[in-house]
């Protein structure tokens, strides 16, 4: 790729001041051609809407898109009609047809302390959680009769290998299918399409039952690679891996779909609270960077470059205010570029 195409996407709150840290890191990095576009709060200010037709256009003409955070208490409303913050987030994901949601767990070997788990069962964690993003219980069909509610969960074969797809992409040495077997019909027909799909492969597969995959996570989460799973099963497992590192302020996460640019985004929200301090932790930028350099970009070398600065800089001491520390966002980049 001659000069990869960015589309960065500040937003609001923290935003604006974490996308300057990572366009920081950018230009130190190479040659990008990056056009910044508002989303959110941003752009209902300044065109009414969340996500302009131009700007998803925008997005996908580019080869990524990089996105800092919406929303913030200016925009809350209960008004049914009014324009809201988060529906640049869902436009842009059902626009661009990201059906996949990429999650890395790899806790910095500096922060394994601040994580919930014993240091010894935390050592060597590197995995990535894949979950599927636009079907399953939450798309499915549902409804209430009287005393009655019922929410349904469908899966097609197609949605099934579409996912696996990207799963096995990604694996360096094991898939963990994680599903309910056991009880679901969608299960069974998940477990049959993945085994199939990974016929031929180079990796292995393994299947967990989610009941006994949330339990694993916690007592032996070094063991897992690439973790695959469903719409739902995939919202609660990200979440608890990801308390495995500690802190918001770490977490990065990417959206792709079959082909056309990913989405690459921190976990965390727009953090109204401390806006305009200059005490954002612009770290799970820095990874969510990474991420479009490894993922959206095929720039391995690149990506592993910023996360080894990273893990550098906290281990000569680096810490934000919600990592106990002093440093803010502008002393945290020059930390990390000092190290890149
Ligand atoms: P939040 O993630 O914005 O903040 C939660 C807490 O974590 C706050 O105390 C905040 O100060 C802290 N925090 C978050 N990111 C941080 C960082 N990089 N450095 C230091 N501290 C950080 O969640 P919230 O308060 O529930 O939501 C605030 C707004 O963000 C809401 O409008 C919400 O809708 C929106 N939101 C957006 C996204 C997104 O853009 N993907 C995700 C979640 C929430």
């Known amino acids: 790729m001659a000069r990869p195409r960015i589309v960065a996407l500040p937003g609001d709150g923290i935003g604006p001041e974490i996308m300057a840290a990572a366009r920081e890191l950018l230009e130190r990095l190479g040659d990008f051609e990056i056009e910044e576009r508002p989303i959110g709060g941003?752009?209902?200010?300044?065109?009414?809407?969340?996500?302009?037709?131009?700007?998803?256009?925008?997005?996908?003409?580019?080869?990524?898109?990089?996105l800092a955070a919406v929303g913030g208490p200016k925009w809350d409303t209960t008004d049914p009609d009014a324009p809201r913050p988060e529906q640049g987030l869902l436009g842009l994901r059902k626009g661009l047809g990201l059906f996949a949601n990429l999650r890395p767990v790899r806790p910095p070997r500096a922060l394994l302390d601040g994580s919930p788990l014993r240091r010894e069962r935390i050592e060597g964690t590197d995995?990535?959680?894949?979950?599927?993003?636009?079907?399953?219980?939450y798309f499915g069909e549902r409804g209430r009769e009287d005393a009655r509610a019922f929410d349904t969960c469908v899966y097609s074969v197609e949605e099934i290998e579409r996912i696996a797809e990207v799963a096995?992409?990604?694996?360096?040495?094991?898939?963990?299918?994680?599903?309910?077997?056991?009880?679901?019909?969608?299960?069974?027909?998940?477990?049959?399409?993945?085994?199939?799909?990974?016929?031929?492969?180079?990796?292995?597969?393994?299947?967990?039952?989610?009941?006994?995959?949330?339990?694993?996570?916690?007592?032996?989460?070094?063991?897992?690679?690439?973790?695959?799973?469903?719409?739902?099963?995939g919202d609660i497992l990200s979440?608890?891996?990801?308390?495995?590192?500690?802190?918001?302020?770490?977490?990065?996460?990417?959206?792709?779909?079959?082909?056309?640019?990913?989405?690459?985004?921190?976990?965390?929200?727009?953090a109204p609270d401390i806006a305009g301090t200059g005490r954002a932790n612009p770290l799970a930028m820095f990874g969510s960077v990474a991420m479009m350099l490894r993922y959206g970009l095929g720039r391995q070398e690149e990506a592993a470059a910023v996360e080894s600065a990273v893990d550098r800089a906290l281990e000569a001491g680096l810490r934000t205010r919600d990592l106990g520390g002093e440093a803010g966002t502008e002393d945290a980049t020059k930390a990390v570029l000092a190290n890149l």
Do not use: Y
């Not at 299947?207 to 063991?223: C, G």
């Not at 308390?243 to 965390?268: C, R």
């Open 42 to 66: 941003a752009s209902i200010d300044a065109h009414g809407t969340a996500l302009t037709d131009e700007t998803l256009a925008a997005c996908r003409r580019a080869d990524a898109v990089l």
């Open 127 to 137: 995995l990535l959680v894949v979950r599927e993003l636009t079907g399953g219980i």
């Open 239 to 270: 979440d608890e891996a990801a308390m495995l590192t500690g802190s918001i302020g770490m977490l990065p996460s990417a959206s792709v779909g079959d082909s056309g640019p990913g989405l690459f985004e921190p976990v965390h929200g727009s």
């Open 168 to 233: 096995f992409r990604f694996a360096r040495r094991k898939v963990t299918s994680v599903d309910k077997a056991n009880v679901l019909e969608t299960s069974r027909l998940w477990r049959e399409t993945v085994t199939r799909a990974a016929e031929g492969r180079d990796v292995e597969l393994e299947h967990l039952l989610v009941d006994n995959a949330a339990m694993q996570l916690v007592s032996r989460p070094a063991e897992f690679d690439v973790i695959l799973t469903e719409n739902m099963f």
